[in-house]
């Protein structure tokens, strides 16, 4: 399943970390590496609970092309897809994720990742990010 968003596009390959519950102390503490952060929001205040080493990308609901989650990414240098309505429908934990400049690619099959693959080598390398 292919989504389309807006914010800033790139290249990343990871699994998905949804955050959904923020009544917990720390919501985004157990991000393992190579997460592609899926959230409603991403606040400055959020910023500093997360552990952005192990962030490839980011997925939000929030539509603001220049909101926190977008300033937080161009200044990482990760992609940041947002306007995504349904990704807490679409999107569950550990869910394989693919960032194509603004397509969030969720479980792909291989011809989608061969795609991937070699969309990402024509690219500038550095705007490819993976962990997988």
Known sequence: MTIRGSGIGGFAKGRAFVVVDRGQRNPFEDIPPGSVLVARTVSLSDSVMINFK??????????????????????????????????????????????????????????????????????????????L
Do not use: K, W
């Open 54 to 131: 192990n962030v490839v990308a980011m997925v939000t609901e929030e539509e603001d092309r220049t909101g926190h989650a977008s300033l937080l990414a161009r200044g990482l240098g990760i992609p940041a897809i947002v306007g995504i309505r349904t990704c807490f429908r679409d999107i569950y934990n550990g869910d394989r994720i693919l960032v194509q400049n603004l397509d969030v690619i969720i479980n792909p099959d291989l011809a989608a990742v061969e795609e991937f693959d070699r969309l990402r080598r024509e690219s500038d390398p550095q705007l490819s990010l993976d962990m």
